[in-house]
């Protein structure tokens, strides 16, 4: 399966806007189980005890994420094994947080929302050798998820009194778009995602053979208008590349396709169509 993005392609970590710094932080520090690596007066970077996953944009008085806008739809935490989810699902229990969840055939994944309406997926994958892919699309579903099993995991209760693995990191991110076509050309011919599987109203892209390290859909936002900076939502999303040339490859897509670009020292920007910020950076 082939793409213009390496096969070894990650997501460095996104930002998220949000009302409130306590209520943010208590939600995903306490609840959630993220260290808070670093705080200033506009922004926290959390994340494990090794590397930051996800920063936090204080921007008060602004309104809770809303679905009828594109933008985002869920950023979504990989956990490194099935105890880490089983641990996840336990620390929020007992904080009496309200879950949704499914059995995705190629993941195992829990659904939140944090106090601004942010849409968070915490999920753990299935080895790769479980996938089933007919020709270049990957086998996913909704189906019930085993809760009683992922609870009686090894070492469930001492990891969800502890902060989240080392390993912890977004594995994917779901934005809500306007039109799918118009999606897919972006992120598929001019990021560079190859697209796996397709839903009424969704679609899935990736690179280097994963299940999806993107999903669009127009489930609430057909023809929907772009966010609003009033209200939450995503305010970054980082693609780490491990080589220049990548880099290289990625920046000449996008200004053929005329999109601009503002480059640094280390890293390159740019802007979806649904005003979405994209920031290119070698993996350190």
Known sequence: MTSGLPDDFQ?????????????????????????LRERT????????????????????GISPRNYKETGLYHVAILVPDRPALGAAIARLASNN????????????????????????????????EEWVWHRDQVQMANRPLDFEG???????????????????RIGHIHLEVDDLIKARKFYGEVVGFSPTATLPGAQFLSAGGYHHHLGTNIWDSRNGP???????????????????????????R????????????EAFEFFDPWQTLISVKLRA
């Open 254 to 265: 996008l200004e053929s396709a005329q999109i601009a670009t503002v480059v640094s020292s």
């Open 41 to 60: 007066d506009t922004a926290a970077m959390l994340g494990t005890s090794e590397a930051g996953v996800l920063r936090l944009d204080f921007v008060p």
């Open 97 to 128: 947080v309200k879950l949704g969840a499914a059995d995705h055939l190629v993941s195992e994944a829990i659904y939140l929302w944090d106090p601004d309406n942010n849409g968070i997926e915490i999920y753990r994958d299935r080895p790769r």
């Open 226 to 252: 772009p966010p609003s900076p009033d209200t939450a939502g995503i305010s970054l999303m980082t693609l780490e590349l491990a080589d220049g040339a990548s880099m290289q490859a990625l920046k000449a």
């Open 150 to 168: 992922l609870l009686s995991q090894p070492g469930v209760e001492a990891l969800a009194k502890a902060p989240v693995k080392a390993g912890t």
């Open 11 to 35: 997501f460095g970590h996104a930002a998220l806007r949000v009302s409130d710094a306590d209520n943010a932080l208590d939600f995903y520090v306490n609840k959630i189980g993220l260290v």
